[in-house]
């Protein structure tokens, strides 16, 4: 690994709850730039929520959350520019559905931005051409395979050039066969050196991609530590079943 | 027959007179519809809680009750109350209103299906919720709205008719006028029957060609 790396993202004592129901309780992280980071853990233990509160979708209750030096909690922090800052894939890749996939990519760097069309349509064009989709950027969504809506929601997120991207269970809604096309993607991305946190279950990219896997549990993290580690010496209990269970279902083979 | 025939072009602008009259009642109510829809819609959605109570209330009033009964409340009954609206506008008002709290379940109905993950996704790249608002959403909403606010368009103009009750010169009110005098009510009634036919397919198809051109694949359009 490299010698001295500044710290990109500071998670500090993040606190979230919905009503009665504490989904996040004291989460502290650290990310470094170039970190491929994987979250994993039970359903409904806040991953979600986490990478949610980094992007202030759903602001923290309590606690801090610095990027890049700037604190996104504070008040009068213009969050739209601090968003830039963070490229977000979702579940359900939440295309906009009445825009082509080049419309869905240029439409950040046109809006906001403030790119020149010309311009902006061929960064979108380049981006999607990242992703192997050059060949698709007429097409809507609805046009578009799971697979390939997903690859156009990481254009759209890469476009905008963001310091760390975020994916939350960026494969969970993808038939099996389609994936791999994703996984290479984002392969490709964080060999690229694009700083990552990634909600998955996905054990084969996790152990071939990331540095290091967070377990978290009910709100908290449990452990943290290099795939190596948590996958063959785990020091919870808990980590080591959950990562067995985990590896039964989704294969801790090299994809 | 050819006696009939050239008793209905004698007849004839004076029933488009009051076809013309049938466009702009329908016209008219559908855009005071629209406005009030439009704004039911969204403070529904978006509103403090008492306002959105309020305005179901609303809906749930003026869903319930028939149509000549608003319009004779508004013409007749008001007066009562020392307000006194004359009969056009109280056309104009009876159905726009009307017209509005079911124009307000399309749009609702529209902005609730697209979802919450349209609006995320606008923030996650940096855009505010009212950009958001302009260039996502409601770009969808209207897509989404055409098919039900053509088929609203359309009963507000088959319900035009009820401006009659009010006085009100529109096609059938200028119809049953030839007929006092001619006492052909079924070569008028049939001729005002098939101007609202045309008209009604006019619109229908004009809708249609509106939807068409906003096309986007993956988005349900009717046939």
Redesign the interface.
Same mark, same amino acid.
Not at chain 1, 94 to 98: G, I, Q, S, T
């Given at each position: 690994m490299s010698e001295k790396k500044e710290k990109l993202l500071q998670i500090k004592n993040v606190k979230k709850s919905f009503g009665k129901n504490t989904v996040l309780d004291g989460i502290n992280l650290d990310v470094y730039k170039g970190d491929v980071i994987v979250i994993i853990g039970p359903s409904g233990t806040g991953k979600s929520t986490l990478l949610r509160c980094i992007?202030m !979708?759903n602001p923290p209750d309590e606690g801090n959350i610095l990027i890049d030096g700037t604190d996104i909690t504070g008040k009068g922090v213009d969050l739209?520019?601090e968003?830039?800052k &963070?490229?977000?894939v979702?579940q359900?890749f939440? !295309?906009?559905?009445?825009l082509k996939a080049i419309d869905n990519v240029a !439409?950040?760097l046109i809006? &906001?931005?403030k790119m020149k069309k010309k311009k902006a349509y061929e960064k979108a064009l380049r981006e999607l051409d990242r992703v192997g989709l050059a060949d698709h950027k007429e097409k809507?969504?609805?046009?578009l395979s799971g697979g390939q809506q997903q690859r156009v929601g990481i254009a759209?997120?890469l476009a905008?050039d963001p310091l760390l991207m975020l994916f939350d269970e960026p494969t969970s809604a993808l038939d099996p066969e389609l994936i791999g096309e994703v996984l290479m993607v984002m392969k490709q991305l964080a060999e690229d050196g694009m700083t990552m946190l990634c909600v998955t279950h996905e054990m084969g990219f996790a152990k071939s991609v990331s540095n290091e896997i967070v377990f978290m549990e009910e709100g908290n993290i449990v452990e943290k530590g290099e795939p190596n580690q948590m996958f063959n010496n785990p020091e919870h209990k808990r980590t080591k079943s959950f990562l067995h269970k985990i590896s039964e279902l989704y294969g801790g083979e090299e994809s | 027959m050819l006696e009939g025939i050239t008793f209905i072009i004698d007849n004839l602008p004076l029933l488009l007179k009051g076809a013309w009259v049938a466009v702009e009642i329908t016209v008219l109510s559908i855009l005071l519809g629209m406005v009030l829809g439009i704004f039911i819609a969204f403070f529904r959605l978006y509103g403090p809680k008492p306002v959105q109570k309020l305005l179901k209330f609303y809906e749930w009033v003026f869903r319930g009750l028939p149509i000549l009964v608003i319009l004779f409340l508004i013409y007749f009954g008001l007066p009562t109350l020392g307000l006194n609206i004359p009969a056009f506008i109280s056309v104009i008002l009876g159905l726009g209103l009307r017209s509005s709290a079911y124009q307000s379940q399309i749009y609702r109905g529209a902005i609730l299906s697209i979802g919450a993950e349209q609006m995320e996704a606008g923030l996650s790249i940096g855009l505010s919720r009212i950009r958001t608002l302009f260039f996502i959403i409601i770009p969808q909403a209207v897509r989404l709205s055409l098919p039900g606010f053509t088929n609203e368009f359309t009963i507000v103009l088959k319900d035009s008719p009820l401006a009659y009750a009010l006085g009100i010169a529109e096609l059938l009110k200028q119809g049953r006028n030839i007929i006092v005098t001619s006492f052909r009510p079924f070569l008028i009634y049939l001729t005002c029957a098939i101007i609202y036919f045309l008209l009604f397919h006019f619109f229908y198809y004009f809708f249609r060609k509106i939807t068409e051109r906003f096309k986007v694949p993956g988005y349900l359009i009717n046939k």
């Open positions: 992007n !979708l739209h520019t968003r830039l &963070v490229g977000m979702f359900h939440a !295309l906009f559905k009445h !439409l950040g809006k &906001v931005k809507y969504p609805a046009e759209r997120a905008l | -």
